[in-house]
């Protein structure tokens, strides 16, 4: 079932407005808001995180277990699709990328720092490191939105990919830092082995050398952020030129677009293995 449901997922997210639909986060932000208020949970942050995860999970855990018996355990299918395309990343990010591209297609520089300052929350000393930090943004956006949410679901299923989105809602919208440190230790545990997966995966469908050499020395690394891991080597698969204004600029980012289209395309054919012959 748990294919059916990926593949039903790129549906929705591709050929419906459902996703949107289904991805309101208002319910659990005021959760949030009320535990932040609360001064006595707050003293032991780690606790009032688990906490506030428990809550959904064990809601989500209890439905599954009544829909299991039933039907052969297909009512179970509509529950995992809505709680995975809620688990994928908000927004759409090629659609936030249009402004800029527009901008830096005209080498409008100027144009270039508004857009990105507006639109994507970036900044930059000088041209060339705003286009460094815009593909940062569009492969970590790509992973964080796709990649992590169907691994964790195809390995530990929808409580796994739940979790995943409730730690990112926490550590993006969290007013307490305690709280929001706390929720970016354990997401920086959760991106370890997809983010690692997925540079593999870069050096399958890329420049096998280049990413075998961006990643040597990373690979069993804790330190290193998971966002600053997956552009490099996604950077290095792609054998993205240095950065310029102009079409060659935007060209990178449509470089780096089509690497991870080809990694979505080799995840779903693994999967497909995998559920065939396990």
């Known amino acids: 079932m748990n294919f059916l449901v990926l593949l039903l997922v790129l549906w929705v997210e591709k050929f419906s407005a459902w996703r949107s639909a289904i991805q309101q986060d208002g319910p659990w932000l005021r959760l949030l808001a009320k535990v932040e208020r609360n001064e006595k949970q707050l003293a032991m942050p780690w606790l009032a995180l688990v906490g506030l995860l428990a809550v959904p999970l064990l809601v989500l855990a209890l439905v599954l277990i009544v829909l299991a018996p039933v039907a052969y355990g297909w009512l179970a299918l509509p529950v995992h699709l809505l709680i995975v395309v809620y688990s994928l990343g908000r927004g759409d990010l090629l659609v936030a990328l249009g402004p800029f591209r527009d901008s830096w297609r005209r080498s409008d520089s100027e144009s270039a720092y508004l857009v990105a300052r507006r639109d994507l929350g970036i900044d930059a000393q000088d041209p060339e490191g705003l286009l460094t930090n ?39 919208h969290s007013q307490r830092p305690e709280l929001q ?98």
């Open 134 to 172: 815009v593909q940062q943004y569009l492969v970590w956006q790509a992973y964080q939105s796709f990649f992590a949410v169907i691994f964790w679901y195809a390995l530990l299923g929808p409580l796994a990919a739940l979790a995943y989105r409730l730690l990112a809602l926490i550590e993006e």
């Open 181 to 278: 440190s706390r929720a970016g230790q354990l997401r920086h545990a959760f991106d370890w082995l997809p983010v690692r997966l997925l540079c593999v995966s870069f050096g399958l469908v890329g420049n096998f050398v280049g990413v075998s050499r961006a990643l040597l020395h990373e690979l069993l690394s804790w330190d290193i952020s998971a966002t600053r891991l997956v552009a490099n080597v996604a950077r290095a698969a792609s054998e993205v030129p240095a950065p310029t204004l102009g079409e060659a600029g935007v060209n990178t980012l449509d470089e780096l677009w089509q690497l991870l289209v080809r990694c979505a395309i080799l995840w779903y054919a693994v999967f497909a293995l995998w559920t065939l012959f396990l």
